[in-house]
DNA sequence: CATGAATGAGATTTCATTCAT
DNA sequence: AATGAATGAAATCTCATTCAT
């Protein structure tokens, strides 16, 4: 009862639109987005190659879809606890819920890093929406630190968009770039550097003494 | 007198090269990697479709003489003055150096990221290579810092990562991700910030004061 | 009940690719290897550039399998009745029936050579082989007559292979080079010769006398 | 005084021409015919691709210059002792002297056969030519024999070619196909079973034993 | 719903040949 | 005599998309 959606059984279409963006993503991880065929996708779905157009208009359509929830989830995970906790604890657990999130979606960020570089105009603009989302509600909560006078005397705009870039950046290149056998640091050690780091950065000593 | 080399005048041959690379760089910066097609590249030189495979082996082989050199003059302008000067002033000149060079090349850096997400081997190569110079270079300069008792009690391998990180994704965000027109914070203030940040992170406060 | 399959009626798949065969075998006998086009195949065919490659890897493929049949038929219908028969008119047998099989696919063959000859690896293999499988065929038969003391004193090897050159070969002359109209001789006639030839040479006259 | 020319001095332009006529040998052999590029012939010459169009008009021009004096050495060796002396010796003088100079410019030989399978005109044209030049000589030749009552009774003018067709073919086979090492048997060897045969198909056994 | 045959525009690449120097 | 830069027509092959069944 604990809040779970009865789970209501797929309808045959759903099942194979499911089983499309399914396999859209293996060869995606795999290939990268140039090197993604529509008929690497069919074949690794099972279906043919006519049925991908009963399911999404092109290309980019599925791309899209692939790609957007991530992002929610990567948002919504991040900065769900912020501002409840007290000052390093609510800083820590943004940062390792979002490490944990992008380990888990890491193929799908390295899509859209290529589909926004390469001017794709949908997942530019999702890119640079989510960046912006994740700098706004930073900013924010900075500027109430400083309020209270807990934070140094910095651009908090800079700031806010820096240490984001720093985690996302970090995170891309430990979980996306990294082969996963080179990866010595566990995850709670990378969270409490990123952490540290963050909080000197931009507060006072006695504000994180104090919580 | 002043060590200039005197300007042997460029070769037939020569010269169409460096005509199809900067053609390369004026198509690839506007329409992306994936969106370039050689027929653009010829196009846009005025040279003929032939013309291109005089030069160059293929697509990628014009890519890498493109992407390449910019790396090392970022690598070389950004890490050149370091260690020399004092604390603070070191780091800046290092940010800001890497700025400046970066906003000069930011169609280049935004090909790099495509090409490197996209799993071409020799991009994906490029990049992790450069990054990993960065890191290392920076960890040795902390943990030099370490040595004197200047830096706080953090992975310093972490932080050499993470911090490469926040100057690089910034710059990638501010030159590559937005519009011109939209950026309201100039380059000295912005690199100001980012030492901050950047200083505030690792060493002690009094370290810091002192120099 | 004449053992006839009933025809099943070819799919659709089925007719477009046999299309192809044909097409292909039409230009093919006209330009000859080198100056086949598979753009001049589709539009013989009727149909269009890309359906080609939905049916045949590249132009090699189809090739292979336009002339691997005729090699088989060919050795099939000359060496089925050997051995069977008379001394004398087995040889006839088969020569005859391999010059029949030559002249209904001599242009077939004409692309055999030309493969063969210019080192394409599955052509000249194809050829190679063939025409090894009847000298050991022939080196068998005539290996048996010798030991009915029926073969003059010669080595049987190389005279199993010269003798199958010179039809061959012969063939060739015959109904490839030969321009249709300038072929004064009929085909009986032309049998019987090389048949002559080809039990003088290795046969004793009594063996030939007694069958 | 042996009849040898007094070696001129080859003219610089003379050399420049042996060397791409040499290199053009050599890709060709290599290669292929429909293999070759003009601009492998240059690079193997040492020359550049301007220089080759100063000694021959395209490519085809040069093929021709290749094939052609080998075909005539070896008419011109492979007759040119026939009629003067016994039967046998004559025969497999002949033989013998065809084989040697065939093995001797297999490379070429291959080269003649692929083009002239492949519907190139002026070796097709040279081909024909060489192989009924041949076959009138033998011919003329058998016919002679027969007016002596020393042939058996069959139609000489299949004879004639089928016998040459049978060497030319051999020849082929044994040097041109059959890799260098896997050659078991000796060319005195196997002139002499090409004689045998050559001589029982056609001649009477008496004619065989009075010379 | 699903199919799979067919398409054709367009991308990459090749290469014989020309020509000014 | 020799060069080598430039060409451009043409060949191969790709692939997102359509559509009749």
Chains 1, 2, 3, 4 share one sequence.
Request: aromatic share 10%; with cysteine; charged share 30%.
């Amino acid at each position: 009862m604990a809040g779970r959606k009865p789970e209501k059984p797929l309808s045959k279409s759903e099942n194979t639109r499911n089983a499309l963006l399914e396999a859209a993503l293996r060869v995606l991880s795999e290939k990268g987005l140039a090197g993604t065929r529509v008929s690497m996708i069919v074949k690794e779905s099972g279906y043919s190659q006519g049925t991908f157009y009963v399911y999404f208009e092109n290309k980019e359509a599925i791309l899209y879809e692939i790609v957007s929830p991530v992002l929610d989830k990567l948002y919504e995970v991040a900065m769900g606890f912020w501002e409840k906790g007290e000052l390093y604890e609510s800083v820590r657990h943004a940062i390792r819920s979002y490490l944990v999130v992008y380990s888990e979606n890491a193929d799908v960020m390295r899509i859209l890093v290529e589909g926004a570089a390469s001017k794709d105009k949908a997942l530019e603009r999702l890119y640079m929406d989510t960046r912006r989302r994740f700098q706004q509600r930073i900013h924010r909560y900075l500027t109430a630190a400083s309020k209270n006078g807990q934070t140094e005397d910095i651009d908090l705009e800079v700031a806010a968009f820096a240490l984001g870039s720093m985690v996302d950046s970090f995170a891309y290149w430990f979980y996306v770039m990294q082969p996963k056998h080179k990866r010595s640091m566990d995850i709670d050690q990378v969270s409490t550097t990123l952490t540290d780091l963050w909080c000197n950065s931009v507060y006072k000593r006695e504000a994180l003494r104090d919580g």
